[in-house]
């Protein structure tokens, strides 16, 4: 039995999410077809996390399993020749008989583009925030984030979630020319997190929240004014979120910048990394600690500002 490690970007707007279901056309569904058709041989197959209907990818990963001898080389462009165009292998890796893609990872960073101007060919990549937002009361709201906190009224309870509890390393927000750019690092994602936590940071910006209403969400207080009655309804859409990496032992953080649109180009596998490692080692509590008075949620320059290291964690 053989086991690879794929790397995948899409574009997830036509399609009803990264999970398999019956009547919808998924990405899973589709990479797992041209698998099939490929190697003519079952597979296993399964993804790092689950994004949702219209969430694009930047660097999804998965395992594929199959008792058959290929090069990894032939098996991405004959999995390739067989996906639509929004679907692309970037890579593929020999992987050990018993790595998962989603048990094995240890972090994953997400980032949400908002655009601060009306654009036609960046529709499908952002969220254009029409009002001025005020940047640096995001910032200040963002920094709590980090940390261990409960986000059950920050996100939706999928069947199957045994706890809301979510470790966030790292929260940032950056601009580049008309985009103001979040990216946010978390242990595990919980079902529209991230889309809730830009929604919120999002009504700070425009001043119709504050720091104390999101410090109360984040305490579960149910009391938190009107911003808790409309969590839901300021949930941003799913067009600027990409998931943007999934860490493993001994992962390097790619170097923070737009994940795609008009005028803006990125290389996702060979561009610029920050020397930022995820090895086994110390506890968490004294890393976070480190982390957070080290780092924290910063705002990067265009010029590009360096980005301070992530401490170890011990894997879960």
């Known amino acids: 039995?053989?086991?690879?490690?794929?790397?995948?970007?899409?574009?997830?707007?036509?399609?009803?999410?990264?999970?398999?279901?019956?009547?919808?056309?998924?990405?899973?569904?589709?990479?797992?077809r041209a698998a099939r058709e490929a190697l003519s041989c079952p597979i296993g197959f399964g993804g790092a996390g689950r994004t949702d209907a219209g969430v694009h990818a930047l660097g999804q990963v998965a395992h594929?399993?199959?008792?058959?001898?290929?090069?990894?080389?032939?098996?991405?462009?004959?999995?390739?020749?067989?996906?639509?165009?929004d679907i692309n292998i970037l890579s593929v890796e020999p992987a050990r008989p018993g790595f998962d893609a989603r048990r094995d990872a240890i972090a994953r960073s997400y980032i949400y583009q908002l655009s601060t101007r009306r654009t036609a060919?960046?529709?499908r990549f952002v969220w254009w925030v029409k009002d001025r937002i005020d940047l640096d009361a995001m910032e200040r709201?963002?920094?709590?984030l980090i940390g261990r906190h409960d986000f059950a009224l920050l996100s939706e309870r999928r069947e199957g979630d045994r706890s809301t509890i979510v470790v966030v390393d790292r929260m940032e927000i950056r601009t580049e020319s008309n985009l103001v750019l979040l990216r946010i690092v978390a242990s595990h994602f919980l079902w529209k997190m991230v889309r809730r936590i830009v929604g919120v940071l999002v009504e700070v910006g425009r001043g119709n929240a504050g720091s104390?209403?999101?410090?109360?969400?984040?305490?579960?207080?149910?009391?938190?004014g009107p911003l808790f009655d409309q969590v839901a309804a300021h949930t941003a859409p799913p067009s600027g979120l990409f998931l943007d990496q999934v860490l493993y032992e001994g992962g390097a953080l790619r170097h923070f910048s737009a994940a795609f649109a008009p005028g803006i180009s990125r290389s996702h596998l060979e561009g610029t990394r920050e020397d930022t490692h995820f090895p086994r080692g110390?506890?968490?509590?004294?890393?976070?600690?480190?982390?957070?008075?080290?780092s924290g949620c910063r705002r990067a320059s265009d010029e590009g500002v360096s980005t301070p290291t992530m401490p170890p964690r011990p894997r879960r």
Do not use: C
Request: charged share 35%.
């Open 121 to 123: 060919l960046g529709k």
């Open 282 to 294: 110390e506890s968490f509590d004294g890393a976070q600690a480190e982390f957070t008075r080290n």
């Open 64 to 85: 594929l399993r199959a008792q058959v001898h290929i090069s990894a080389r032939e098996l991405k462009h004959t999995i390739n020749d067989r996906l639509p165009a």
């Open 212 to 224: 104390d209403d999101l410090r109360r969400l984040l305490k579960g207080d149910r009391q938190a």
């Open 1 to 32: 039995m053989s086991t690879w490690k794929l790397t995948i970007e899409y574009e997830g707007a036509r399609y009803r999410g990264w999970q398999e279901q019956k009547n919808a056309r998924t990405i899973e569904g589709e990479i797992r």
């Open 141 to 144: 709201a963002a920094r709590l």
